[in-house]
């Protein structure tokens, strides 16, 4: 297989039948070997966290199947952490959305002097940032998007409209075992005319707390398939 592309914590290859492969990696993104969603860097390894990632975005993307909310997801293997997705295009050079329900990490270390850690943000608050880690993943609105030609403002909606949609899907599930969904990362891209939910929907994309204590990313997706 071609390989596309190497990230943080996945690796992308080419198939033969046009579609693309996944492989993930047990990476994590973090600061001083503590795990951190909202960090732009591979801060830590976390032995079987691909496996993990993989086996919960399986779990989220059948859900959205379910749902009538369309991906890029195809297949998986877990035991090879691989994932056959659809080919799709990303905007500019790689863009990724948050959705935050409860305001912490970078989002306090912005606007600290406004807003308390742990303060809800109702009905959920969305915010971009370009993939770009010498420039810190900076942050862009669907304005911006659209005076750099990255995305029209049709699209972005589209977009906000999608990751509140799927935000609310996986809060609601967590909600069910006892746990509260805080932040929430996600990647679209542009496939057959229309903005589609591509990457992960992984443990290690999500901020998630169980009463006062935050749940490992390992941890989080044994909670989730073997409840």
Known sequence: MKKLYEGKTKDVFELENGNVLLKFKDDCTGKDGVFDPGENTVGLTIEGIGKANLQTSVYYFEMLKQAGIKTHYVSANVDDATMEVLPATVFGHGLEVICRLVATGS???????????????????????????????????????????????????????????????????????????????????????????????????????????????????????NR
């Not at 990647?187 to 749940?215: C, H, P, Q």
């Open 107 to 225: 989002f306090i270390r912005r606007y600290g002097e406004y807003i308390a850690d742990g303060t809800p943000l109702e009905g959920g608050y969305v915010e971009c940032t370009f993939k770009n880690d010498a420039k810190g993943d900076p942050l862009v609105t669907g304005e911006g998007l659209a005076a750099l030609g990255v995305m029209s403002p049709e699209l972005f909606e589209s977009m906000k409209k999608q990751t509140l949609a799927i935000t609310k899907i996986v809060a609601d599930d967590l909600k069910t075992i006892g746990l509260d969904l805080w932040d929430i990362k996600f990647e679209f891209g542009y496939n057959n005319g229309e903005v589609i939910l591509i990457d992960e929907i992984a443990s290690g994309n999500m901020r998630v707390y169980k009463g006062d204590t935050i749940v490992e990313p390992v941890e989080l997706t044994k909670l989730i398939l």
